[in-house]
């Protein structure tokens, strides 16, 4: 049977269509948590949070990441931001930004378990 016939739209819609329920609401959870993140308010009061994200991240966009310390910023709240130009979703492109990433990710959790 060659290709076409087989990745055609006709023999898509002919497939039947399978239902997961157990995963919708794990998708409904998910979707929940998302919005309130985008709700940040002054109450209660947030600890000082580390915000770390890649400039070339093809996955998550480090516009998330930025909005998020906008909006933190200007409900005036103390964050830590770290945004590394190179690397990309593992936010680093190499050992030495690796070691970095990973100080600053145990440097800030010291000071924030053990101060």
Do not use: W
Not at 16 to 35: D, F, G, I, M
Not at 44 to 61: A, G, L, M, N, W
């Amino acid at each position: 049977m060659p290709c076409s016939q087989i990745t055609s739209s006709r023999s898509l819609r002919l497939r039947p269509q399978v239902r997961y329920p157990h995963t919708q609401s794990r998708v409904a959870y998910r979707s929940k948590c998302q919005r309130s993140g985008q709700k940040l308010a002054a109450e209660p009061p947030y600890p000082q949070v580390f915000i770390e994200t890649s400039t070339k991240d093809d996955r998550v966009h480090p516009a998330h990441a930025r909005k998020a310390a906008a909006r933190l910023g200007d409900l005036g709240y103390d964050f830590l931001y770290y945004e590394n130009i190179d690397g990309g979703h593992a936010a680093a492109a190499n050992l030495n930004e690796r070691a970095l990433r990973q100080a600053l990710e145990y440097t800030y959790l010291m000071q924030r378990l053990m101060d």
